[in-house]
């Protein structure tokens, strides 16, 4: 199998983030400026999409990194020099609510099938690019004979003892949907969330939880040092520990998955040249370099035909996994993001 590249989704972007945001007041017409995560990521990208991009269209592609509020800032300021956004879906809906993004001009697609694209995955004003998962791990060691199969024996402290991790309110959200499906909710029964039921079986297990983590590489780092036995983590990160010959494995039953996509500013100084990139980089053809890279799901569905088995066994999105999993309901968590920042602090303080 090949070795993965990057260290994991939440890593690559922290240290994006850290690079300044690149104003260009003046460019060339064949240019186009991406928001992108930074880092490695830009490597694989180019690679995989951005060199073909160009050599098909003679258009280049620069990127820069910037936060979801500078975004929102410099959309506001009337000043953004980005013609494409890429970054998790929630980040766009929030800028398409704020009327900052063009529809996505599927019917104008010639390179890329929007019949292709997982249907979940396609939106007036975005389109997904990737998805990935919040997944349990286990420790094998820890569980040699048998490991908590669903979230409901995740919780169970007492038939699988052990110190377990889950997610921060500073990780992007907490694990209202995880705890719920404990809880008895069925994933298609989860939204709108009670709050309410969600905490009280956040209560139930908080005694096993040495502590919440706020960043990828944390979660990483609690499984590898053996700080915890369990943990929900995103796939990519436990991955590489796998893939380095940490005793760990991932229990894919009732997966979290998750989206990262394209969007197109209004203030884009190339509007038809980003369409024409959001087309080209939504064909299958150009999703596989970096899915075998980055170890994610395509969004194109006839791109799975094209990677290899030992990477569909580990890769959120495909068809062997797909059925185990649900779709994170970005809208709502838009929609009550304040009222849940709130309720964490208060509980995770009482």
């Not at 060339?28 to 073909?52: E, F, H, N, W």
């Not at 800032?73 to 879906?89: L, N, P, R, S, V």
Request: hydrophobic share 40%; glycine share 8%.
């Amino acid at each position: 199998m090949t070795k993965p590249i990057v260290t994991g989704r939440r890593a690559v972007i922290a240290g994006a983030l850290a690079t300044p945001f690149i104003w260009r007041p003046a460019r060339a017409a064949q240019q186009l400026v991406i928001r992108t995560t930074g880092g490695v990521y830009d490597d694989i990208m180019r690679r995989s999409v951005y060199d073909g991009f160009t050599k098909a269209t003679g258009i280049e592609v620069v990127t820069a990194a910037a936060t979801m509020s500078k975004l929102i800032a410099m959309y506001k300021a009337g000043g953004a020099e980005f013609d494409i956004i890429d970054t998790g879906d929630s980040g766009l809906l929030n800028l398409e609510r704020l009327g900052a993004l063009l529809p996505i001009d599927y019917a104008s697609w010639k390179y890329g099938n929007p019949d292709e694209i997982i249907k979940e995955l396609k939106f007036p004003y975005r389109v997904g690019s990737y998805v990935y998962a919040t997944v349990s791990t286990y420790n094998k060691q820890a569980f040699p004979d048998k490991h908590p199969s669903n979230w409901a024996e995740f919780w169970d402290i007492k038939a699988f003892p052990g110190p377990r991790s889950l997610p921060d309110m500073g990780s992007g959200q907490p694990p209202l949907e995880l705890a719920l499906i404990a809880d008895g909710v069925a994933p298609d029964k989860l939204y709108p969330i009670d709050l309410d039921r969600a905490f009280k079986s956040l209560t139930r297990i908080r005694p096993a939880v040495p502590k919440f983590w706020d960043t990828g590489a944390l979660s990483a780092q609690m499984l590898s040092d053996k700080e915890v036995v369990l943990s929900a983590v995103w796939n990519g990160r436990v991955q590489t520990l796998i893939d380095k010959g940490a005793p760990l494995a991932i229990e894919w039953n009732q997966n979290m998955i998750q989206v990262q996509a394209y969007g197109v500013p209004k203030l884009s100084s190339n509007p038809k040249g980003a369409q024409l990139f959001v087309d080209y980089a939504s064909q299958a053809s150009a999703q596989v370099g970096y899915a075998k890279e980055l170890r994610y799901g395509p969004s194109n569905t006839k791109a799975y035909a094209m990677l290899p088995q030992d990477l569909l066994d580990i890769m959120p999105g495909g068809p062997k996994y797909r059925d185990l999993g649900f779709y994170q309901k970005i809208d709502w968590w838009e929609d009550n993001r304040d009222r849940v920042t709130k309720a964490w602090s208060n509980w995770v303080l009482g």
